[in-house]
């Protein structure tokens, strides 16, 4: 089946620390990947995305390369900020039995000034 | 803003009422998808319609059901409601439905208390 799984939260940094949250899928076919981020209150939005092998998605200092020899897709950050402070989520969308985007559980990063 | 509106933004009701929550999408936006999110079971796809049909189907209990209109908003009912039923419910909208790298857009939700 689908899945996506990410490291468990709470991530605690202090600021300008460097970030990394990992995840990992498993698809039949080849899924594109995404991460998302839902600051507090709010919906969840776009970050970044690959939608083959090898591609580097990057986006407000963010950056994930897609892995598929290690099937992960791992977030990373130089230099996190307090208003990184959120829920990130990995996801992959596949196109089985209509087309389905699959959320991982979700990592909470909380960067301390 | 990403463009979907969704309301209520607050609704709380008794167990065993039903509920509506409503959805635009963005303009433009053919699929509509509903995703519940709560503390335990994390975000979870429900159901995905496309153009007014159902297109995907995830883990949406046979109490729920949603439909798409033809002016392509879309709406979510929930009915028998359970104190598990407490959830944040998203709403999201992407231009279509058979790209699998499309984005898609996620409203700011609807929280749903069930007492």
């Known amino acids: 089946g689908n899945s996506v799984t990410q490291m468990e939260g709470p991530v605690t940094l202090s600021e300008e620390a460097f970030l990394t949250i990992n995840c990992t899928y498993t698809?039949?076919?080849?899924?594109?990947l995404f991460w998302y981020v839902q600051y507090p209150g709010e919906g969840l939005q776009l970050l970044l995305k690959?939608?083959?092998?090898?591609d580097k998605g990057s986006n407000k200092g963010f950056e994930a390369t897609y892995r598929k020899e290690t099937t992960s897709f791992h977030l990373e950050k130089g230099s996190v900020q307090v208003s990184d402070s959120a829920v990130y989520f990995c996801a992959l969308s596949v196109q089985t039995g209509g087309f389905k985007t699959i959320f991982g559980a979700g990592t909470r990063l909380f960067v301390k000034a | 803003d990403s463009g979907v509106t969704q309301t209520p933004k607050h609704l709380i009701t008794a167990t065993g009422q039903r509920v509506t929550l409503r959805c635009s999408p963005r303009s433009g936006d053919l699929s509509v998808y509903w995703y519940q999110q709560s503390l335990d079971q994390g975000l979870q796809f429900l159901i995905q319609y496309y153009n007014g049909e159902e297109r995907a189907k995830g883990n949406i209990l046979e109490r729920f059901s949603a439909q798409q209109f033809p002016d392509l908003h879309s709406e979510l009912n929930l009915s028998s409601l359970e104190l598990g039923d407490s959830a944040l419910y998203f709403c999201?909208?992407?231009?279509?439905?058979?790209?699998?790298?499309?984005?898609?857009?996620f409203g700011e939700g609807s929280w749903l208390t069930v007492v």
């Open positions: 690959a939608t083959k092998a090898d």
């Open positions: 999201a909208s992407s231009v279509v439905g058979d790209l699998s790298g499309n984005t898609i857009y």
């Open positions: 698809a039949t076919g080849y899924p594109s």
